[in-house]
């Protein structure tokens, strides 16, 4: 825990919720903040970072969750692969309690079907290996954090000569959504950029949107001590009128990011167009993988192709993706949409902006 | 003597001679040791003094059945005395109801009804009845026990999950969370540095410490399957207050903290098997923390919340950095079947 609880510091907590009043009493409104990592809208929830700030600072959580943007028509088609005999479908946890437009893997395993959690895809490599007879599928969600190691699968399979494994990829990119965000209906007076991917696109990658639209953008750490001191840069700058990239989390994130692991990521996938549940269709804002790695992709394999269904009209997941509405103001938010039936997006993964509302913004009762 | 490739057969489960074979000579030697078991009748008879007779029931089917700390014998018996235990009562004697699979290994079974008795001997209280049923092949998983407890609370003594009063001071005995991170680090195959061992443990000699001490304790409650979490949320609830909690005087292990960094969990959801919540009025505090922390079982006892005037079932903490959040219990699958 050495390097957690220096980063939970109460009196350092103290001092930089000072910084944050003071930048706050140079603004001469209110200002909206955007995190759009799962795991800040996590972290803020978690440790009360709200009610730490003032009132003229006001955070939105947008689309950050891998898991709730992930089309719901993934998630037939992963059920519809994992019907068929001799599949077992391996995925990170969240993935499997959400909800497709009939099932859920988590159901689908109730009733027999083979779907294994894994900690790394290599895991999945390796259960592939053991069993040559049976394809392996592994679920590709998440952004360049997790995309990475996706990619080393599939290189490590090719290496191994092991064919019977393969990706689901439904990979998502950043920053492309910040743009898209940030030219939409919501006003914005900065970003809280994710932690983990700036790792590996680096703090440069956020460039293009702070010029563009004059946007304020933070490279900010998941530790609340990380999240204070970004908040803190953050209203500086729109105290006075600066739309700079800064880095807080200089400690992991370089300039240019991880080079290595972009270089991983380009040799095995190419751009694309990604559809993202709630916001639609943006432009190369996701991964697909590459023809030179064709036999390791599931939906070329196994040839499941499923149009997207219908969302629940009622659910405004889209809304509170683009932080135009807090989950509060969703009628089903909390009576018929919960942690335990999630109806849309926001509320299936612990990270989801809905979720987490729930479980620490005393709504469970 | 048996070898390892022994195994449960579903004739163990006949009611014959090998179901007779199985419970006097796997399963009541591993259990009794050198004590001997009690004669067996078709049921036991108790003789229980004082007015209020205390009874419970609780199975366990927590998979894998071993873990470091302890496996799911000393569980079933533990969690039975504990819920006697947090209501007042004085453990009087266990039931053991056994359901085996199928090609469950006899070794095995021996180590789980020998730690069971272990943990029966250590805690003064007999297992005086019980049950063996074998189900075929995929039915069950390995083995799964029910036991059922009875025990009398003596005249006086008042505690209920409804007892918790707005002024009211809230104690744990100790680190939250080693439980269920023990049984998940096994399960999933994580190998830690330092080995986060499961609480596991017998209440009742605590709880009593407490009752004759004369602490006038409002609640008692362990806070196991959902954590420390559900428990404080359950009695506010239940007692129509708020409670708020401070994050920083909770007790953890440092190893407990990291493994649930390590693994996104919150560790107030994560399961208990050996601690308690003991709601007290402010003038008790002292004397309740005094007789917890010189108990073996409660050396690492601290004050953790308040309860206050408020909503009903309202639950806030201070987060680590001071920040207010609400605390709420968890939902679906976070650590399933870990007790």
Known sequence: MKYINEFRDKET????????????????????????????????????????????????????????????????????????????????????????????????????????????????????????????????????????????????????????????????????????????????????????????????????????????????????????????????????????????????????????????????????????????????????????????????????????????????????????????????????????????????????????????GGYGE | MSSRADLVSLGHGSGGKLTHDLISKTIVPALYGADGAPPMEDSALLTIPGAWLSFTTDSYVVSPWAFPGGNIGDLAFNGTINDLAMSGAIPVALSVGLILEEGFPLADLRTVMRSMGQAARASGVPIVCGDTKVVPHGKADGIFINTSGVGYRPDGVQIHASGARPGDVVIINGTIGDHGIAVMSEREGLRFQSPIQSDTAALHTLARALLDGGVDAHVMRDPTRGGLATTICEIAADSGVAIRLDERAIPMATAVAGACELLGLDPMVVANEGKMVVVTPEKDVEKALAIMRAHPLGKLSAVIGRVEEGRAGRVSSASVVGGERMINMPHGEILPRIC
């Open chain 1, 13 to 360: 907590a103290d001092k930089l919720a000072d910084d944050i009043r003071k930048a706050a009493s140079g603004l001469d409104r209110q200002i909206t903040l955007m995190e759009v990592c799962g795991t800040h809208t996590m972290a803020i929830y978690r440790y009360g970072i709200r009610s730490m700030i003032p009132k003229s600072i006001k955070l939105v959580s947008g689309p950050g969750c891998p898991v709730c943007v992930t089309p719901i028509n993934y998630v037939d088609t992963a059920v519809e692969i994992a019907a068929q005999p001799n599949v077992a479908i391996t995925t990170f946890g969240d993935m499997v309690r959400v909800p497709g437009s009939r099932s859920t893997l988590q159901k689908e395993r109730s009733s027999g079907k083979e779907i294994r959690v894994v900690y790394s895809p290599l895991d999945a490599v390796a259960l592939a290996k053991e069993n040559p007879a049976k394809e392996v599928v592994f679920l590709g969600v998440g952004f360049e954090t997790t995309a990475p190691l996706i990619a080393c699968s599939i290189l490590e399979a090719r290496r191994e000569g092991i064919a019977n494994y393969s990706v689901l990829c439904a990979h998502k990119t950043m920053p492309e959504p910040m743009e898209v965000l940030t030219s939409g209906e919501i006003k914005l007076d900065g970003y809280i950029c994710p932690a983990h991917v700036s790792a590996i696109i680096g703090a440069d990658a956020y460039i293009p949107v702070a010029k563009k639209f004059s946007m304020p953008c933070v490279v900010t750490g998941f530790e609340p001590l990380d999240i204070l001191k970004g908040l803190a840069m953050l209203a500086r700058q729109a105290a006075e009128g600066r739309a700079e990239v800064e880095n807080e989390y200089y400690r992991v994130v370089k300039p240019e990011g991880n080079k290595k692991a972009q270089q991983i990521l380009r040799q095995v996938f190419v751009k694309s167009d990604a559809v993202w549940r709630g916001l639609g269709t943006i432009p190369d804002s996701g991964l697909a993988i590459s023809e030179e790695f064709d036999k390791f992709d599931a939906s070329k394999k196994f040839g499941v192709t499923l149009p997207e269904p219908k969302e629940n009209p009622a659910c405004i997941c889209g809304r509170i993706l683009k932080g135009l509405n807090d989950p509060p103001e969703c009628r089903l938010f909390g009576s018929a949409c919960t942690p335990d039936n999630p109806i849309g997006a926001c509320m299936v993964s612990s990270e989801g902006t809905c979720a987490a509302a729930y479980r620490y």
